[in-house]
């Protein structure tokens, strides 16, 4: 089991639809990530939190907006995404940005 | 920014060989280098990692070893078994992780 846990574990949605993947970890990890992760393809860097703040936005579109209530908690709002949006989306955390990052075992999200 | 490159990207083995995972990296600033197993419809878990600090570190069957001259580090897996069978990511830390393309280890029974 993962010490880092993401809901939902599926989520189908219409490019038209607002939907919210969340991110829970209870390690006292002040560093939280958010990747998107193609078939066959290594993670990619989305966002990074730390000590809850936005530290690094990686271009990602606007359609796709993180936010991190306190330092357990990360989520992901989605609005209008696209059919190429459709991925495996993988939440880390660690203690800090030169730690060891341990990794949920994502939100399999495809976009009709 | 940093560049990882992975080799090879499929590895077929057999049960109780070893198997041997190799990445390059480019910014000799790269202080941190993890490895990764992702077994399907799982995340990525973290199995091992070595910091710029040390040259070899081992974990039971895993090892790692780093060349920080050469900017190369690799992944050795001993006594290979089926459950090792799974995508194998190297990573450097300079700032971000910057993940190799993933290596897929079959390992026949």
């Known amino acids: 089991d993962t010490e880092v846990t993401q809901t939902p574990k599926h989520l189908v949605m219409g490019m038209t639809n607002k939907k919210s993947l969340k991110c829970e970890q209870h390690m006292g990890h002040r560093a939280m990530y958010w990747y998107k992760q193609k078939a066959k393809k290594p993670p990619e860097l989305m966002f990074v939190y730390s000590y809850e703040k936005l530290s690094i936005n990686e271009s990602v579109p606007s359609r796709f907006s993180p936010e991190c209530p306190n330092s357990s908690l990360l989520n992901l709002h989605l609005h209008a995404l696209q059919p190429e949006d459709s991925a495996l989306y993988l939440c880390?955390?660690?203690?800090?940005?030169?730690?060891?990052?341990?990794f949920g075992d994502g939100t399999r999200l495809s976009i009709l | 920014g940093e560049n990882v490159e992975q080799h090879p990207s499929t590895l077929s083995v057999q049960e109780g060989d070893s198997a041997v995972i190799k990445c390059t990296y480019s910014d000799s600033a790269s202080n941190y280098f993890p490895w990764y197993k992702q077994e399907l419809g799982k995340g990525p878990q973290l199995i091992i990692d070595i910091r710029s600090n040390v040259g070899e570190k081992k974990d039971q069957r895993i090892a790692v070893t780093l060349n920080k001259t050469a900017k190369h580090f690799s992944l050795h897996i001993t006594e290979t078994q089926p459950e090792d069978s799974a995508v194998y990511f190297c990573?450097?830390?300079?700032?971000?992780?910057?993940f190799g393309s993933g290596t897929k280890l079959n390992v026949k029974p």
């Open positions: 880390a955390s660690s203690q800090e940005g030169t730690q060891p990052q341990h």
């Open positions: 990573a450097a830390n300079f700032n971000k992780f910057y």
